[in-house]
Nanobody
Framework: QVQLVESGGGLVQAGGSLRLSCAASGRTFTNYVMGWFRQAPGTEREFVSATSWYGTAYADSVKGRFTISRDNAQNTMYLQMNSLKAEDTAVYYC?????????????????WGQGTQVTVSS
């Protein structure tokens, strides 16, 4: 079992930055592919980014603006979000996957956090 807790969300103006954190506890953090998803009101949860020891992946909508990273010693994953836009407004979720590739869909992840709200004002 893996427990995930997100933090770092908030209200920011368009063009600003936020850094989200995802603290993991339970099983060995390094064994998992870690990902970020987001869900805006009335929409489906969508892939944002994922990271493992063999690489990273980003949704086209955030490529060049968001950076995913992880600190295995601290069991923590981060999402640095720059040049934020109003359309980035959503609840952001971190997730952990036991697969050995970088899943871009929800079915590829075994564990989920509760989410943190990000609101970008235009």
């Amino acid at each position: 079992q893996v427990q995930l807790v997100e933090s770092g969300g908030g209200l920011v103006q368009a063009g600003g930055s936020l850094r989200l954190s995802c603290a993991a506890s339970g099983r060995t953090f390094t064994n998992y592919v870690m990902g970020w998803f987001r869900q805006a009101p009335g929409t489906e949860r969508e892939f944002v980014s994922a990271t493992s020891w063999y690489g990273t992946a980003y949704a086209d909508s955030v490529k060049g603006r968001f950076t995913i990273s992880r600190d295995n010693a601290q069991n923590t994953m981060y999402l640095q979000m720059n040049s934020l836009k109003a359309e980035d407004t959503a609840v952001y979720y971190c997730a952990a996957s036991s697969f050995n590739y970088l899943p871009r869909n929800m079915a590829g992840y075994n564990y989920w956090g509760q989410g943190t709200q990000v609101t970008v004002s235009s």
